[in-house]
C-alpha cells in the first residue's frame, strides 16, 4: 500500500534554515508527480510546491517563491522541501502528497500524516 | 491567479439531513476540481475528483457536480462519521489553490 512518511520538522528562529523529506514506498515513485501542502493551526490547507516525475519541472506558490525548493532523488524514493528565510508564517504541518498522474499537476490521491515546522525566536 | 471561494464556511445539520457545500471559481476551470475530506488531527482524503467522479471507496451518498466557475459537494444522509472540513481544490493549472473549508457538525 502507498505510504508517505514526513520527517525534517521541529522548532526554528526566523530567518533559519530547514529540509523536510518524505520517504515513499508502496507505488513506482519515478513515474508519479509530488507535492508538498502545508496547514497553519487552526486554518485551511495551502498547496506549497509540486514537481514533476523526472524533476524537470517545478512549480511554487508565490508565498514560498525564491525561498523553498522542491527536489526529488528517484533512487531513494523521497521527496524534499528545502526552505529558507523562514518566517513565523511558514508555521504550519507540512503534507507530502502523492499526484494521480505524471508530467501533469493533479489532484492528490495519497498523503502522509505531516510533519509540524514551527518558527518561532 | 484564481481565487477558489467555498461557502458556507460552517454549517450545523442533523443526522440524516441532505448538506451542500459549494465552491465557487474566479475563473473557470472546466472540471479540474477535487474535493478532500480532513478529519481533526488527520490528514486530507480525497473524496472526489474531476468534479464529479467519486473516489473509489468513498461512500455513494457523497456526490459532487459543476462545472465553469460553479461547483458543489452534497452530503445525501449525513452521518456522524462525516463530520470533518471539507475543501475544495482546483487543478487545471498551478498554482493548485485550495478553498477555504467548511466545517460541517452535527446539530
Known amino acids: 500500500q502507498v505510504q508517505l512518511v514526513e520527517s525534517g520538522g521541529g522548532v526554528i528562529q526566523p530567518g533559519g534554515s530547514l529540509r523536510l523529506s518524505c520517504a515513499a514506498s508502496?507505488?513506482?515513485?519515478?513515474?508519479?508527480?509530488m507535492h508538498w501542502v502545508r496547514q497553519a493551526p487552526g486554518k485551511g490547507l495551502e498547496w506549497v510546491a509540486a514537481?514533476?516525475?523526472?524533476?524537470?519541472?517545478?512549480y511554487y506558490a508565490d508565498s514560498v517563491k525564491g525561498r523553498f525548493t522542491i527536489s526529488r532523488d528517484n533512487s531513494k524514493n523521497t521527496l524534499y522541501l528545502q526552505m529558507n528565510s523562514l518566517r513565523a508564517e511558514d508555521t504550519a504541518v507540512y503534507y507530502c502528497?502523492?499526484?494521480?498522474?505524471?508530467?501533469?499537476?493533479?489532484?492528490?490521491?495519497?498523503w502522509g500524516q505531516g510533519t509540524l515546522v514551527t518558527v518561532s525566536s | 491567479d484564481i481565487q477558489m471561494t467555498q461557502s458556507p464556511s460552517s454549517l450545523s445539520a442533523s443526522v440524516g439531513d441532505r448538506v451542500t457545500i459549494t465552491c465557487r471559481a474566479s475563473?473557470?476551470?472546466?472540471?479540474?476540481l477535487a474535493w478532500y475530506q480532513q478529519k481533526p488531527g488527520k490528514a486530507p482524503k480525497l473524496l472526489i475528483y474531476?468534479?464529479?467522479t467519486l473516489q473509489s471507496g468513498v461512500p455513494s451518498r457523497f456526490s459532487g457536480s459543476g462545472a465553469g466557475t460553479d461547483f458543489t459537494l452534497t452530503i445525501s444522509s449525513l452521518q456522524p462519521e462525516d463530520v470533518a472540513t471539507y475543501y475544495c481544490?482546483?487543478?487545471?493549472?498551478?498554482?493548485?489553490?485550495f478553498g477555504g473549508g467548511t466545517k460541517v457538525e452535527i446539530k
Open positions: 502528497a502523492k499526484d494521480r498522474t505524471g508530467g501533469q499537476n493533479s489532484y492528490q490521491n495519497y
Open positions: 508502496g507505488f513506482s515513485f519515478n513515474i508519479f508527480d
Open positions: 514537481i514533476w516525475f523526472d524533476g524537470n519541472n517545478k
Open positions: 475563473q473557470g476551470i472546466s472540471n479540474y
Open positions: 474531476a468534479a464529479s
Open positions: 481544490q482546483k487543478y487545471n493549472s498551478a498554482p493548485l489553490t
